[in-house]
């Protein structure tokens, strides 16, 4: 491999020697600031290492007697290049208890640090942004020593924790970095000494984020009046009081409890994982949502449960999943628990995805077998037009959407009754498919069988994606 002692070409190595003469005429400079503006040379090389040829160099091509300068006498980094061994010690007692394979590290420099930076390669005459700058040293250099001792990944992309340094935050004037430094460069010192000689920086300099965890899997929702996710009350704000004529009293609208619900499936599943992970909070991302009043039988629904700042991420998802049934006692059931990646998420909710239904229908008069048969063949098949039903919430935008009926089937009970089964498209809305909702939806089955059409109960059967299943090995973990 090519060197910085052993240039491929003689101008080359001219130029560098002239340029370390010049990176060291402001002042004392570390080994690690004077490699740094030539960081782009020789990989395999610390900085440190650059800067200690450089210097070897010069001595002895003038054969001078060899200084070193200690980072604590450089005027450009003000010590922050030996606490690369002190900042990592802070940040590995910072992680302690918390379950992590992949990191990343990230620094704040202070200004001034890095004016000094800059100054340093403008008095030499070189870029701006020759070599690399000092926050990408410390982040690599401090991410490796973690790396070492925790055995974790670096990664770049998404980590399970990201280290964030303030150097601002210390001062490394303060630390006995002399000793540790020459320690660690004399061979004869026992690893013991070393051990005892362990210097690391205040805690306030090491910030440590989690990122979140998230579990994927199906739900089932086997009585009706549950929501998904967790219904505050409007009126009262989720504060169950209102304010009466003798001051606050419990409010009308809810009960005093706050929720228009006593649970959810959100509420069943959530506090589970949470602690399982020992996480801090966690949000209940669901594939699309039935009514309230619907059950979600079958094969269930995808949802994924983010926990923030979980402290453990490998839990016994068979474990989860048994407690969680046992605990919803069988209004609610989870099945299939997987740990997901964060992509599963948007996958939950952006994924396209038909659904089947089975509908209880009741008829305003009595219709017969024929005009029951002739509607549903009707609508197999058919593309509909729906505008915004009259229930939806109108935060929403009114329009009308076209959604197309894959498949309907059904018998008829009684001329008053029937039960159909409907799979359709993601969206199309079922109660509206059979009312005919005051002529919003057209077609419809109180339309073709010409006599009014309400939806008594609605079961959901199957969310199914539709061009591929949302499990996808990609986004699950092991
Ligand atoms: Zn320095
Ligand atoms: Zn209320």
Redesign the pocket.
């Known amino acids: 491999m090519e060197s910085v002692l052993a240039p491929a070409s003689p101008h080359r190595g001219m130029d560098l020697t002239a340029t370390a003469r010049r990176l060291l005429e402001a002042g004392p400079v570390c080994d690690a600031c004077l490699g740094r503006p030539v960081a782009d040379r020789s990989f395999g090389l610390t900085n440190d290492e650059r800067g200690r040829a450089l210097r070897v160099t010069l001595a002895l091509t003038d054969d001078e007697d060899f200084e070193p300068v200690a980072p604590s006498e450089c005027w450009v980094c003000e010590g922050y290049c030996g606490a690369f061994d002190a900042i990592a010690t802070t940040v590995v007692e910072a992680l302690e208890g918390i379950d992590f394979a992949t990191y990343q590290v990230g620094t704040r420099v202070p200004p001034l640090v890095e004016e000094n930076d800059r100054l340093l390669r403008e008095d030499a005459g070189l870029a701006e942004d020759a070599g690399e700058p000092l926050k990408r040293e410390v982040n690599r250099e401090v991410g490796r020593r973690v790396g070492a001792r925790t055995g974790a990944e670096f990664d770049l992309e998404r980590p399970d924790v990201l280290v964030v340094i303030d150097l601002e935050a210390f001062d490394p004037y303060d630390l006995d970095l002399e000793g540790a430094a020459e320690e660690s460069r004399d061979d004869s010192t026992s690893a013991d000494e070393s051990a005892t000689t362990e210097v690391s920086v205040t805690s306030h300099a090491v910030d440590c984020q989690i990122n979140p965890a998230f579990v994927y899997g199906r739900y089932r929702k086997l009585e009706r009046d549950i929501p998904q996710t967790e219904w505050?009350?409007?009126?009262?704000?989720?504060?169950?009081?209102?304010l009466g004529e003798h001051g606050e009293e419990?409010?009308?609208?809810?009960?005093?409890?706050?929720?228009?619900y006593d649970t959810s499936v959100e509420q069943v599943v959530r506090p589970h994982v949470v602690e399982a992970m020992d996480g801090d909070e966690g949000t209940f991302h669901g594939a699309g949502r039935e009514d309230v009043d619907a059950l979600m039988v079958g094969s269930g629904r995808p949802f994924v449960l983010e926990v923030k700042r979980p402290r453990y991420r490998r839990p016994d998802v068979e474990a989860l999943e048994a407690e969680i049934n046992e605990e919803a006692d069988g209004a609610v059931e989870v099945e299939g628990l997987k740990l997901a990646t964060h992509e599963m998420v948007e996958r939950v909710k952006e994924h396209d995805a038909s659904k089947r239904y089975l509908a209880q229908v009741t008829f305003g008069n009595p219709i017969d077998e024929a005009t029951f048969r002739e509607a549903l063949e009707t609508l197999d098949g058919a593309t509909l037009e729906q505008y915004t039903p009259e229930r939806v919430d109108h935060r929403r935008a009114n329009l009308t959407r076209e959604r197309t009926v894959y498949e309907i089937d059904g018998h008829l009970e009684d001329p008053t009754h029937a039960e159909v089964e409907v799979h359709g498209e993601g969206g199309l809305y079922i109660k509206e498919l059979i009312s005919g909702d005051g002529g919003r939806t057209e077609p419809s089955l109180a339309g073709l069988v010409g006599t009014a059409a309400e939806v008594e109960a609605l079961d959901v059967l199957a969310v199914e994606g539709e061009d591929e299943p949302f499990e996808r090995d990609a986004y699950l973990l092991e």
């Open positions: 505050p009350c409007r009126e009262c704000g989720a504060s169950g009081v209102q419990p409010c009308d609208h809810c009960g005093g409890s706050g929720y228009l």
